[in-house]
């Protein structure tokens, strides 16, 4: 594509004419595709904003402890970020692969006034069921 008067599509848009749509039904923190396809993984993410305000304190997160369920050695990847207002940018530390089953924590070393949590998969039936975030308070504004 040289110019916009040739563009046929939104200019650095996405061609979704390739693309199968399937519905996805979301359970809590279960992820399901259904279909003809149901064995191809979902690449699906579960993510919570502006958690843990510190009221003027600015946080750090030191670990991240999740209880998630799987097949053994199901990979998910976590990411935790930080930002300085609850709608602000969230500069992102991650993501680090979490093998269930295997590991039991990742470390990580963010700071922000509010703090953000991902996880992301593309393995069928894994579960978030919860997580202990280690924190500490490291200064106030």
Do not use: C
């Amino acid at each position: 594509m040289a110019n916009w008067n040739e563009a046929v599509g939104p200019w650095g848009g996405v061609d979704l004419t390739s693309k199968t749509v399937a519905p996805v039904y979301v359970a809590s923190t279960n992820f399901f595709i259904f279909g003809e396809d149901q064995e191809t993984p979902l690449n699906s993410f579960i993510e919570r904003k502006a958690m843990l305000s510190g009221k003027g304190s600015h946080l750090m997160v030191n670990k991240i402890v999740p209880q998630i369920l799987g097949p053994s050695g199901a990979t998910v990847q976590i990411s935790v970020g930080g930002a300085e207002t609850p709608d602000g940018a969230i500069t992102w530390e991650g993501p680090y692969n979490f093998a269930v089953d295997e590991d039991s924590f990742s470390d990580f070393v963010i700071t922000g006034k509010y703090m953000a949590v991902r996880y992301a998969s593309a393995f069928a039936g894994v579960t978030i069921q919860s997580y202990d975030i280690e924190y500490e308070i490291v200064g106030t504004i």
